[in-house]
């Protein structure tokens, strides 16, 4: 029984973890600050899908130029065969507004150093590329197949009301000239427009978390910052 029981609340806690990373908050940038084991500077490199444990993840080498907090050394490293060692950000396959990352993309990357569905604290919040010496939020882009559904939502277009003048006019009795009276199965049926519900919040605007930060140095000061306040 005891043995039952700590498997219960292992795999409890594994499913918590992973609600967790999918559902993520917006953050703001001094949050993710504080929240993150490692902190780099890394140029990314081409992904490649690993399987590890029946799951499928994204594995993208990274070449770090700058350790702004933790160990690089204790994020997840590349599997033997897939082009040396190192450092490596895992992302599990197949995730609704997943991280995606580009080969050769240079960003400021605030993780954790567990394995998770994500590595990125936030969930896809913790990542700022730089590019021509500026700094942006990382574009969030939905699974293919999926990103343009609307949960809810119907797959057939409103129906178009019957014509007025036709459907409107009265039904006479021939004998006697006057409006008969309809039964209610011949009146046609009433169209409603289906209600679109709003889609789920998304990750803070660059307004919001990167503030009149632009350059590197003034992202990379702004969480050295946040980390000493921690």
């Known amino acids: 029984m005891k043995r039952l ?23 703001t940038l001094e949050q993710q600050a504080r929240k993150a084991d490692v902190i780099v500077q890394a ?14 993840y994204s594995v993208y080498p990274l070449k770090v130029s700058e350790t702004l907090a933790g160990d690089a050394a204790q994020l997840p490293q590349l599997p033997g065969g897939q082009g040396g060692s190192g450092p490596a950000l895992y992302v599990l396959s197949g995730m609704e507004l997943a991280p ?21 604290v936030g969930f896809n919040q913790g990542a ?9 939020v990382l574009p969030i882009q939905p699974v293919p197949g999926q990103g343009g559904a609307v949960p809810g939502a119907s797959s ?7 014509t007025p003048s036709v459907q409107n006019q009265p039904v006479l009795n021939p004998a006697t000239q006057t409006p008969a009276t309809q039964t209610p199965a011949t009146q046609p049926p009433t169209v409603s427009t289906p209600v679109i519900p709003t889609p789920a919040a998304q990750p803070a605007p660059v307004a919001t978390v990167l503030g009149s930060l632009r350059t590197p140095a003034e992202l990379k000061a702004a969480i050295v910052a946040a980390r000493a306040a921690k």
């Open 100 to 120: 995606v990352f580009q080969s050769g993309q240079e960003a400021v990357l605030l993780l954790y150093k567990g394995r998770l569905d994500s590595p990125l």
């Open 5 to 27: 029981t700590l498997a219960t609340l292992a795999l409890s806690a594994c499913l918590f973890t992973a609600v967790q990373a999918t559902t993520a908050s917006p953050l």
């Open 43 to 56: 140029t990314i490199g081409t992904p490649t899908t690993v399987t590890e444990g029946g799951q499928a």
């Open 128 to 136: 700022f590329l730089i590019s021509n010496g500026l700094v942006s």
């Open 156 to 162: 057939t277009p409103p129906g178009i009301p019957l």
